[in-house]
């Protein structure tokens, strides 16, 4: 069975504190990776990677993808009061146009 | 550029009724859309893909019947939630695939729906 794995589960930090968010995947013809933010409402797009290695960056955004451990990380520095949403994982399969979703982290920026 | 508007933002119905639900990409054109499920605290599940002018394919379990869905234009898909039933109470989400470039999923903003 497909599954996508994140953790933690969730982050509770301060603002200015770096934090460090993990996506694991088992998934039949892995495609992509995709992260995203969801806060009240809908995910919006963050990063998508294809190849291992290579560090996609935005801003205090940063990920990369590890695609012999079969895992992914996220990474905030300096973060922000607005950075508190939940970050999704979510994996692409080729051959199909479907997308498997992990739970997802809570992370929560402190003042 | 990449919105996605859905409609209604919030729906509160009685037992029995049947709910609409509309998903239309408004700056790109979509061949693909897709239609999801949140239950608090839990991730997205995938109910459907919507192709345009074809027949959606459905995720094992969900019910055809009951959550209808049309891709009538390269623009717009729609969910109807038939016979709404309390347990139908949830989070629905669309996603629009571009046709072109990346072809990157973007989520429309969801519609809450509470059914009575």
């Known amino acids: 069975e497909d599954k996508v794995v994140q953790s933690p589960l969730s982050l509770v930090v301060h603002e200015g504190d770096t934090v460090t968010l993990n996506c694991s995947y088992e998934?039949?013809?892995?495609?992509?990776l995709l992260w995203y933010k969801q806060e009240k409402k809908a995910p919006t797009f963050l990063f998508m990677l294809?190849?291992?290695?290579i560090e996609k960056k935005s801003g205090r955004l940063s990920s990369i993808l590890d695609k012999k451990e079969l895992f992914s990380i996220l990474n905030i520095t300096a973060t922000q009061t607005g950075d508190s949403a939940v970050y999704l994982c979510?994996?692409?399969?080729?051959?199909?146009?479907?997308?498997?979703f992990g739970k997802g982290t809570k992370l929560t920026v402190n003042p | 550029g990449a919105v996605v508007s859905q409609h209604p933002s919030w729906v509160i119905c009685k037992s029995g009724t049947s709910v609409k639900i509309e998903c239309r990409s408004l700056?790109?054109?979509?061949?693909?859309m897709f239609w999801y499920r949140q239950f608090p605290k839990q991730s997205l599940m995938l109910m459907a893909t919507?192709?345009?002018?074809?027949?959606?394919?459905?995720e094992q379990g969900v019910e055809k019947d009951k959550f209808l869905i049309n891709h009538a234009s390269l623009t717009l898909s729609t969910l109807t939630v038939t016979s709404a039933h309390p347990e139908d109470s949830s989070f629905y989400i669309c996603?629009?695939?571009?046709?072109?470039?990346?072809?990157?999923?973007?989520f429309g903003p969801g519609t809450r729906l509470l059914v009575l």
């Open positions: 979510a994996v692409g399969q080729g051959g199909s146009e479907k997308l498997v």
């Open positions: 919507s192709n345009e002018g074809s027949k959606a394919t459905y």
């Open positions: 996603s629009a695939r571009g046709d072109s470039g990346r072809k990157t999923q973007y």
């Open positions: 998934v039949t013809n892995f495609r992509s």
């Open positions: 700056d790109f054109q979509a061949t693909t």
């Open positions: 294809t190849s291992s290695g």
